[in-house]
Every structure is written in C-alpha cells, then in structure tokens.
C-alpha cells in the first residue's frame, strides 16, 4: 500500500523559510512524477511544483518561481519543498502527490495526474 507521508509545516513570519518532506512508503518512485499541491481556504486545490524523479527534471508555477525549490533524496524515497521569502498569500494546506506513470498528457499541474496523496501539512505565514 502506497503512503505519501508530509512533514515540515508550520507559522512563520512573512519572509521566512520552511522545508517540506513528503517520504514515500510501499513504492519507489523512481520513474514517475512526484508534486506540491497546495490548498488555501476557500479557493482551489493548486499545483506548486513538479519533478520527474528519474532525471530530476523540474517546474514551478508562476506564483512561487524564485522563492520555492523542490527536490529529492531518492536513496530515501523523499521529495522536498524549500520555501523561502514566504508570504501570507502562502498560505495554504501544502501536498504531496505521486504519479503511477512515468508520463502524463496536459498540464503537470492537472490533479487527474496524480494517483497518490498526502495527507496534507499546514503552512501559515503571518505578516
């Protein structure tokens, strides 16, 4: 059974940094897309980052280009998110998700991409 476990959340002031982990359990993905998706209150669930775990391929949206670095440890099955200079508009329940397959048609950022999930970790960042 696949479990996407996330950890690292947390309150920090605006400008602040937090590390995300997602460590995967009963899989390894190592040819497939892993993601950051996050969810602020009242508005969709959104894509933050993408990468291929084989070629360490990446891809940010817009919003948090600069600020935001995903990577991985394959040795231990985990995907990161370093979040620097964060902002209130960060705010946002923040999850992991993993892809069964080593493609996908469309946007990265389509939730149908993505056949397993996280639970979810909480960030919040005051001003």
């Known amino acids: 059974q696949v479990q996407l476990v996330e950890s690292g959340g947390g309150s920090v002031q605006a400008g602040g940094s937090l590390r995300l982990s997602c460590a995967a359990n009963g899989a390894k993905f190592q040819n497939n897309y892993m993601a950051w998706f996050r969810q602020a209150p009242g508005k969709e669930r959104e894509g933050v980052a993408n990468?291929?775990?084989?070629?360490?391929?990446?891809t940010y949206a817009d919003s948090v280009k600069g600020r935001f670095t995903i990577s991985q440890d394959k040795a231990k099955n985990t995907v990161f998110l370093q979040m620097n200079s964060l902002k209130p508009e960060d705010t946002a329940m923040y999850y992991c998700a993993a892809s069964g397959r080593s493609w996908f048609l469309g946007s990265w950022s389509r939730e149908s991409v993505y056949n397993y999930w996280g639970q979810g970790t909480q960030v919040t960042v005051s001003s």
């Open positions: 990468i291929y775990t084989s070629g360490g391929t990446t």
